[in-house]
């Protein structure tokens, strides 16, 4: 990670606090589709000792000739958030983890409900695999057996290494698919934290990849990175990433198994703030809740968390135009049907399932360049979208947006440090509106946000 990346993200500590605390603890449905990636279930995982050598990724200093070689290192690291994955298996031993398992009737060490997103899950496992490994090397690169010996020969190229069977990380859906499965959810046993989970001490799931993404960053995008899986463009791993979010959440809700429990829904797909408010029973009280145009659903009824949807309702806008109306249309379509029946909702969520498939489909082919991001950031801010900002965890979602967004373009050269610095401190003000869920208020979180507005303007 570049010393100005890292400057970008220290400004922003409670960003930081939030997705470390996603990802070292996070228990995180059905993978979509992906364009040229491997079958990761395949083939024997071989465990992080095997890339730990000296001449490969072990090394002590970032002085190799074609990447940095040191990792390892950087993997393991616990002053930073890179070493999160490395203590994902340690952390299952800890108070809270402890206090979690004994409400749940559960060790967190060796149940699966926790193992297969706090270790590596892997179906075939070589001599030298360690499950307190934590989260290694092939939970995101893909079970090595098949390309371990091949990717470090002579005339090996990126392209051979996917074909035998190394995920294509550059590949911003490939990613995605593999990070939602623990920080988002998935059907696959161990990977989906229910609000059992939560009621018990689990946080809150909350997922952004470019933001994730950077936190755990082990390698620098360097020429020779460029010529052999091409530059990163952070607002395309970001709309990706929200497109396939939403299409997973929905996918997941569709399985009864998954989004029912005897009699009750699975609370686990409603917007937290939604209900966890504050009880006021007298003569004089006054409904607590914030009248949300994007929802037409009946009063006091509990809302999809909707935090990916207005998000993409943002990116739509900009990159997607064509597709705007009929998003919108589908997103309240859903929303409704959630009043009418499980079996209606399953039906408006389909519709909406297929247009996210083809909005992630389509940003991963688009260019996102300077002004489309700043458009996007606009938006986010701007009064067309803020009426939807009534409840936190898409408040949450916004905030992160923004601030991904702008060190998107500050890491790629197109706003300088110093210029940034001036939104960056509105950015720290929106985080502190939503730095307390118990102190969530959406009108103060609106003005924090929206006055950013003038300030996008004028770095544009």
């Not at 449905?29 to 024997?44: M, S």
């Not at 797909?269 to 009880?279: K, T």
Request: aromatic share 8%; proline share 5%; glycine share 8%.
């Amino acid at each position: 990670m570049t010393a100005q990346r890292w400057s970008v993200l220290a400004a922003t500590g409670f960003c930081l606090a939030l997705a470390i605390f996603a990802l070292i603890l996070s228990l995180f449905v059905v993978p979509a589709k992906v364009d040229a990636a491997p079958d990761t279930t395949a083939g024997t995982h071989l465990g992080v000792a095997s890339c730990a050598g000296s001449t490969c990724h072990g090394r002590q200093e970032a002085d190799g000739e074609v990447v940095r070689q040191d990792e390892l290192m950087l993997w393991q690291e616990e002053s930073t958030p890179g070493g999160a994955h490395s203590r994902a298996f340690r952390v299952l031993s800890e108070p809270r983890s402890i206090a979690i398992g004994k409400r749940l009737g559960i060790n967190p060490s060796s149940s699966a409900l926790c193992l297969d997103c706090h270790s590596t899950p892997a179906a075939s496992k070589g001599p030298r695999f360690q499950t307190n490994d934590g989260v290694g090397c092939e939970a995101c690169h893909g079970p090595s057996s098949a390309w371990l010996s091949s990717h470090y020969a002579v005339g090996a190229n990126h392209a051979r290494n996917v074909s035998q069977g190394m995920t294509p990380l550059e590949n911003p859906k490939a990613r995605a698919n593999v990070c939602l499965d623990c920080h988002f959810g998935s059907d696959k046993p161990g990977q989906f934290v229910n609000h059992r989970i939560m009621a018990a001490g689990h946080p809150r799931i909350s997922f952004e990849m470019d933001l994730f993404s950077t936190l755990q960053q082990h390698h620098d995008e360097d020429t020779d990175y460029v010529q052999r899986k091409g530059k990163t463009n952070s607002v395309k791993f970001w709309a990706v990433g929200q497109a396939m979010a939403l299409e997973r959440s929905l996918n997941l809700f569709s399985k009864p198994g998954i989004a029912t429990e005897g009699i009750f829904p699975e609370f686990y797909f409603y917007d937290c703030h939604s209900c966890h408010r504050r009880i006021y029973d007298s003569a004089t009280s006054r409904p607590t809740n914030v009248s949300n145009p994007g929802r037409p659903i009946p009063e006091g009824m509990p809302p999809y968390n909707d935090e990916n949807m207005i998000m993409l309702s943002a990116a739509i806008r900009i990159a997607a135009p064509d597709l705007a109306g009929q998003f919108d249309s589908r997103s309240k379509a859903f929303h409704a049907a959630m009043g009418q029946g499980r079996g209606e909702a399953v039906a408006a969520g389909a519709q909406l399932r297929q247009l996210a498939s083809t909005l992630a489909d389509r940003f991963s082919r688009a260019s996102f360049g300077r002004d489309q991001t700043f458009q996007i950031m606009e938006v986010i801010a701007g009064e067309a979208i803020s009426p939807r900002f009534t409840d936190y965890e898409g408040s949450v979602q916004a905030v992160m947006a923004i601030d991904t967004l702008l060190s998107g373009l500050v890491t790629s050269g197109q706003v300088s440090e110093s210029s940034a610095s001036s939104l960056r401190g509105q950015i720290n003000t929106a985080y502190e509106a939503v730095k307390e869920p118990n102190g969530y208020e959406p009108m103060q979180f609106r003005r924090a946000l929206g006055s950013a507005v003038r300030t996008i303007r004028a770095l544009r």
